[in-house]
């Protein structure tokens, strides 16, 4: 069943003078969410705080009913929640299976099944090969799937993934929005990108976002029919022209808000 796993309500994010989210609502329900957006848009800011990494200036967040207000809810979200940041520090002396097993031990997955659990997540970033091998003598794709697995390690029902495309190459990618969609059916993700094409080939949502506001919320087919409807001249293809059509609409309407 579809049910909703996270709800947030009136989120306002700020670092110092900057308002990073300013008042956003949003359900997810199981299934891949793609979270898009311009640069400072405020992506990270919303999964920091889904993560319990940051605290909002205001609103409400509830993940798998638990209030992240709350301290008691906070450790329980923690044990059900994967996260991989967009800078994750690893331990480049750790080899692969190393460092995902540290995790494993930190997210207090069962001695008894750890290994198991390990095998499996290495398995799901096609790094069983490497398994052996010193973070450090990895490529900056490598590092980013043991950072996907590490993120996984714990069977997650909630995972929270920040670029996790950024640093793989093409055939990578295919692979990892392969995981994505065999992930949709169990678990509620939510994958921020700057890659338009790994909403279409892996995401059941998009969710936009601009200047800290919700812009839109579609479907990729929905967002490609908009963009089929833009001018050629925009350039790119039917999903960027319906992102860039999103935008341009969403600014004008704010700026008729502000104007009135
Ligand atoms: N630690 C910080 N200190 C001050 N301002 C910050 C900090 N982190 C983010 N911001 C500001 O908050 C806003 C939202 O940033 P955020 O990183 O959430 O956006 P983003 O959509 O993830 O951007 P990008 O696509 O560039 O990663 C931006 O204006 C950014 O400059």
């Known amino acids: 069943m579809n049910t909703t796993t996270i ?3 009136g989120l306002r994010v ?11 609502d949003l359900e997810f329900p199981t299934g891949v969410h793609g979270l898009l957006g311009p640069n400072g848009a ?12 940051a605290g909002p200036a205001e609103g409400r967040v509830e993940i798998l009913g638990h ?8 450790t329980e979200v923690r044990r059900r929640l994967g996260y991989l940041p967009q800078q994750f520090g690893h331990y480049p002396r750790f080899t692969v299976r190393e460092f995902v097993s540290y995790m494993a031990w930190l997210k207090e997955v069962p001695a008894d099944t750890a290994p198991w659990a390990v095998a499996r997540a290495l398995d799901r970033v096609g790094l069983t090969a490497s398994a052996d091998t010193p973070l450090k003598r990895l490529s900056g794709g490598m590092v980013r799937r043991a950072g996907i697995a590490q993120a996984l390690v714990n069977d997650p029902a909630v995972l929270l993934l920040d670029e996790p495309t950024a640093g793989l ?3 990578q990618r295919l692979d990892f929005r392969a995981l994505l969609r065999s992930l949709a059916e169990e678990k509620t993700v939510l994958v921020s990108t700057h890659l338009v ?3 279409a080939g892996a995401c059941t949502t998009v969710t936009l976002l601009d200047a800290g506001r919700l812009a839109l919320r579609d479907t990729p087919e929905g967002l490609a029919r908009k963009g ?22 969403h600014r004008s309407a ?7």
């Open 7 to 9: 709800r947030v309500a």
């Open 14 to 24: 700020r670092h110092r003078r900057t308002t990073a989210l300013d008042g956003v």
């Open 42 to 53: 405020g992506k990270t800011s919303l999964i920091r705080v889904l993560a319990t990494a």
């Open 67 to 74: 209030d992240l207000a709350d301290r008691a809810g906070r």
């Open 169 to 171: 190459d093409p055939e």
């Open 197 to 199: 094409e790994d909403v």
């Open 228 to 249: 089929g409807d833009a001018p050629e001249e925009l350039g790119g293809n039917a999903l960027e022209r319906g992102y860039t059509l999103a935008l341009r609409d």
């Open 254 to 260: 704010s700026a008729a808000g502000g104007a009135r």
